[in-house]
């Protein structure tokens, strides 16, 4: 079965400054990876996806994330935060097969410095 | 233009009740899924449907049952409600491969 793993569960950085999410995934086929943004009492938005090809994705609000297969990593980056950047981020992994169940990770919660 | 709805968005109940909660979409979705969120554990998928009366379950699907008798609504059902399942619980949906899940915006449910 496949799991997610974010090893930080909270992150605080000076806007302005870059970030750095980790995801690290396992999943025996070749993963469909997903971010997710929540911001406090709403539903998760979709930031990016993964599917194959570029494995450098861009996405929504100026993130970006990279697959790298050999480390089983799908690390959101963004290279200069601003406070509305603050909120939870979901990463998730599904695969092709059956009825697409994702599973997510615990969630980086993100703080912004003024 | 919101695609998928959830209700109610609040919800207190008082433990061994029954609770119904509400997701309907209009995107015509064939997939449907409910999670909780709870601190720590992120998301965890209770029960899914893949076309309308074909359901099955997720990892934490003891004490919750879903029935989809439409396209458009997925229905959660807590038979008899206890204080664990105090949570909030959020509906998506997904139209077909590679698409990324669309979420409502949750409901808030409190047993006491």
């Known amino acids: 079965a496949q799991s997610v793993t974010q090893p930080d569960i909270h992150i605080t950085v000076s806007e302005g400054a870059s970030l750095e999410l980790r995801c690290n995934y396992s999943y025996g086929a070749t993963p469909y990876l997903f971010w997710y943004v929540q911001s406090p009492g709403q539903g998760l938005q979709l930031l990016l996806k993964y599917f194959s090809g570029d494995t450098l994705v861009q996405g929504i609000k100026g993130f970006e994330a990279e697959f790298k297969r050999s480390q089983s990593s799908f690390n959101l980056r963004k290279p200069s935060v601003h406070w509305s950047d603050a909120a939870e981020y979901f990463c998730a992994v599904g695969g092709d097969e059956g009825a697409q169940k994702l599973v997510f990770g615990q969630g980086t919660r993100l703080t912004i410095n003024p | 233009d919101a695609g998928i709805t959830q209700s109610p968005r609040h919800k207190v109940t008082e433990t061994g009740t029954p609770v119904t909660l509400r997701c309907h979409q209009t995107?015509?979705?064939?997939?449907m899924y409910w999670y909780r969120q709870d601190p720590g554990h992120g998301l965890r998928l209770i029960h899914y449907?893949?076309?309308?009366?074909?359901?099955d379950k997720g990892e934490v699907s003891d004490g919750y049952s879903v029935s989809r008798s439409k396209t458009e609504d997925f229905l959660l059902t807590l038979e008899s409600a206890t204080s664990s399942q105090t949570s909030v619980y959020f509906c998506?949906?997904?139209?077909?491969?590679?698409?990324?899940?669309?979420f409502g915006s949750g409901t808030r449910l409190t047993v006491v």
């Open positions: 998506a949906s997904l139209g077909g491969v590679g698409g990324g899940y669309t």
């Open positions: 449907s893949y076309g309308v009366k074909d359901t």
């Open positions: 995107e015509n979705h064939r997939y």
